[in-house]
């Protein structure tokens, strides 16, 4: 019999093994025990090596493996060899300290599968022996201690026999089972092998006869995801996988997850393993606010986004509810609530107003809307003199301090008393409600505040308390940054499928305005939601006894990667939940964007090629160009995480010369070869400079192609272009084409052979003396048959 199961169904095999059965042999890791990091290797993180304990102990293993074939007849080591290998210089005393550094590491990451504990249960109430046969380079008493330590006495207390390939000198797949069928004297019919690898554990014994179980622990892309996760950790933080395993607690609980729906696997395998230790942190935190005070801690969630942190913590600590509240206070209510004097309109207003909406502002400062719009018609420096003006602070003030009124109603309304301690909670990433209403609730109800977040990245230090799970306390700037650049992903999942609140009545019941969201939005959305609650309810699910190095920094490492690789690289199942969501801005706007547009973000790769990536500003530019290829999505990656210096030049590689004519007002003209660089797809962009509108270019095709297909001629100044923090505006470049053939879809057949051009005159009404540049992006499709070319081809 040979049978594959996944690791839910695992405890349950005995039911459909053979009659006669009376050995249950199991593989050793990755079966019985598993380990709280992605690899084996992620272990030697911990060992006292310089430099990085992984590549020298893997190095080590290596020597041994290539030294000890040569010398005797076997082609396994033991844990001792590896490091008379791999630390030749080193003495016998150094050596053993190495051995016990790994033993030790190994105790501290392992943790006994609950499922095959259970199944070893089961066969000793069917009267079966156990036996562990493992690939393992750890002697016998040393596997034994570890299971031990691991799992504790009663798992190893279960175990008849141990088979440890060192000490046989043979894997399971090159001939182990031989001795341990001799040494156990059955007959292969009466053994039942389970076991994680497909060579070692099912094909090797198979053909001895011996019945076999694969315990298949992840669908393939949970295990795509779990490796993704890892290599983000290491870009996230570059000591992952030198001094600091690549952590995964959340394994055991992903393999026992039975749904393997889309917005399932989302919710289940990357929100909730990230809201469980979120959730952990803000009960740690809460505790220790309460013992700073001497008060309850009374947790507010801000809705909308804070919902499903909130329902998280619930579900990981129900007894919370009598000190957690979820409450609406959005951006525009909470400005609203405190321009109480010009200082206030000014640190909120002054910063944000030369890259923000006017309109959007004098909303916030109490404006009808037919004076917001007057007012954003001004130029900014005398907007800003004019809410600024004594008269104008009067009546926002008067204004603010009513609206102030509605929002206490609103947290009295959820229990908020004069004096309390309380906590803001929210997804982050620079605590604008807490930095807008803490002095107003200070000054107000004589609340001690705090904020704590899932994510804080602020571009300057308010003086308040604030902390972030993940926050520059854990990280550097620049990785928070990049993070935060796509977490309105992480909002529209974490929201409620309701408006903002835009206003409160008299008694502080809300006033929201109109979601405007698809129903299809929202049903996916409480799927994932659904899902992420119950990994949280279960997240311990699988496990005996937790791993040593299960803590909460270990949470926290496995939630960042958690979170980055969604963000930066996404499955293909994700990019499809997320293809229909859209974004609203929660201004105080009606605003919404698309999340996911594929044909978009293709067409700004297809014309500017990889520099597109650098100044790319879109929702989810990562989930878009996906299909791309994971090149293009790393590049993403590196590019925001590293913050690095990348220019124009140094995307463009592969160059084919394009001629062009030049021509002046005059009639003057001239014949330069452009370079085209490549971009996607067979296509190329070059980049023509036209001066001041100076020249009109004639672009000659019929020179270098057959058959060209133009996507896109566009004019563009040169200042914005080349500038990667700039989101440049293109201008349109009409054109004129003479012995080309459009047969659709910009498909020209260049019928005018070598004369063949596209004729485009200069753009009129451009900035005065603003050099500019001419895009032309183009596939040739069929390049012309030079007469060196054939002479290749003849060749």
């Known amino acids: ?43 030697f993180a911990d060992l006292p090596f310089p430099g990085s304990g992984m590549e020298a102990r893997a190095w080590a293993e290596t020597r041994a493996r290539r030294a000890i074939p040569l010398l005797q007849d076997r082609i396994e080591v033991s844990i001792e060899e590896i490091y008379a290998h791999g630390l030749p210089a080193a003495t016998e005393a150094q050596r053993a300290m190495f051995v016990d550094a790994e033993l030790e590491a190994e105790a501290r990451h392992c943790y006994a599968f609950e499922p095959t504990v ?17 690939d393992t380079y750890l002697s016998e008493p040393q596997l034994r201690t570890l299971i031990t330590r691991a799992a504790g006495e009663e798992v190893v207390a279960m175990i008849d026999r141990i088979f440890c390939s060192s000490e046989y000198g043979r894997p399971k797949a090159a001939g182990l089972f031989v001795p341990v069928l001799a040494k156990l004297g059955v007959s292969p019919a009466t053994i039942l ?84 230790a979120f959730a952990g942190w803000l009960h740690a935190e809460a505790v220790a606010q309460e013992a700073r005070t001497g008060k309850p801690t009374k947790l507010l969630f801000l809705l909308r986004d804070g919902y499903l942190p909130a329902q998280a913590y619930l579900a990981r600590y129900p007894e919370g509810a009598a000190t957690a509240a979820m409450v609406e206070i959005s951006r525009l209510t909470a400005a609203r609530a405190s321009m109480t004097d010009r200082a206030a309109i000014e640190s909120y207003i002054l910063p944000e107003l030369p890259v923000g909406s006017a309109e959007v502002f004098a909303r916030h400062l109490h404006f009808d809307p037919a004076e917001a719009k007057r007012l954003a018609a001004l130029p900014k420096a005398q907007f800003a003199r004019h809410i600024v003006k004594p008269d104008v602070v009067r009546q926002i003030a008067a204004k603010s301090r009513h609206s102030a009124d509605k929002l206490i109603a609103h947290l009295r309304s959820h229990g908020v008393a004069e004096g309390d301690s309380v906590m803001l909670v929210d ?43 993940i926050d520059p306390g854990h990280h550097d700037r620049k990785i928070l940054h990049a993070l935060s650049e ?134 989810y530019l990562p989930g878009e160009l996906r299909q791309h290829g994971l090149p293009i999505n790393l590049s993403i990656f590196a590019s ?59 672009i000659q095709f019929g020179r270098i192609a057959d058959w060209v297909q133009i996507e896109e001629t566009s004019f563009h100044l040169v200042d914005e272009f080349l500038d990667p923090k700039q989101t440049e505006d293109s201008l349109p470049a009409p054109s004129i084409s003479e012995g080309l053939e459009d047969v659709g879809d910009g498909l020209m057949h260049c019928t005018g052979g070598d004369a063949a051009f596209l004729l485009v005159p200069p753009p009129s009404g451009t900035p005065a003396g603003e050099p500019l540049l001419l895009s032309v992006v183009f596939r040739p499709v069929v390049l012309k048959r030079t007469a060196e070319a054939e002479a290749r081809a003849a060749a």
């Open 427 to 469: 997804l982050g990433y620079n605590g604008s409600v807490q930095n807008l209403i803490e002095p107003m609730l200070r000054d107000r109800m004589d609340l001690t505040v705090t904020g704590r977040y899932l994510l804080l990245r602020e571009t300057f230090d308010p003086g308040l308390d604030k902390a972030g799970f």
């Open 193 to 276: 092998h389970c076991g994680d690898n497909l060579g070692a554990d099912v094909t090797a014994p198979s053909r001895l006869g011996i019945h076999c179980c694969h315990l298949e622990q992840f669908d393939g892309e949970s295990e795509q995801r779990l490796r993704l996760e890892a290599s983000a950790a290491s870009i996230v933080d570059p000591a992952t996988r030198v001094s600091v395993p690549a952590y995964q607690p959340h394994r055991a609980a992903i393999a026992l997850r039975r749904d393997d729906t889309p917005t399932t696997m989302l919710g289940h395998d990357v929100l909730g393993p990230i809201f469980h």
């Open 640 to 698: 925001r995480r590293f913050g690095l210096d990348l220019r124009k030049p140094d995307f463009d590689v592969g160059a084919i010369k394009l001629p062009v004519m030049l021509m002046n007002a005059s009639g003057g003209h001239a014949i330069v070869d452009v370079d085209a660089v490549p971009t996607i797809e067979g296509y190329y962009q070059a980049l023509v400079p036209i001066g001041a509108a100076q020249f009109t270019a004639g």
């Open 118 to 134: 259970a199944l070893m249960k089961a066969a000793k109430a069917r009267g079966l022996k156990i036996i562990i046969v493992s």
């Open 1 to 43: 019999m040979t049978l594959a199961v996944r690791a839910y169904d695992f405890a349950q095999i005995l039911d459909s093994a053979p009659q006669g059965i009376k050995i249950l042999s199991l593989d050793c890791f990755d079966t019985l025990l598993w380990r709280n990091c992605n690899l084996p290797i992620d272990v």
């Open 486 to 619: 796509s977490i309105a992903i992480l909002e529209q999942l974490c929201t409620l499928p309701q408006g903002s609140a835009i206003d409160y009545e008299k008694d502080g019941t809300p006033i929201r305005e109109d979601a405007g969201l698809k129903a299809a939005q929202s049903v996916a959305r409480n799927a994932v939601q659904a899902a992420c609650l119950d990994f949280v309810r279960a997240a311990d699910q699988g496990v005996i006894r937790p791993a040593l190095s299960d803590t909460p920094d270990a949470r926290r490492r496995m939630a960042t990667a958690s979170l980055a690789r969604l963000l930066f690289l996404p499955v293909e199942s994700e990019v499809a939940v997320l293809g229909d969501f859209n974004h609203d801005v929660n201004m105080g706007t009606d605003d919404t964007f698309k999340f996911v547009d594929v044909e978009a973000a293709a067409q700004g790769l297809r014309r500017r090629g990889l520099f597109y990536i650098k100044n790319a500003m879109r929702m």
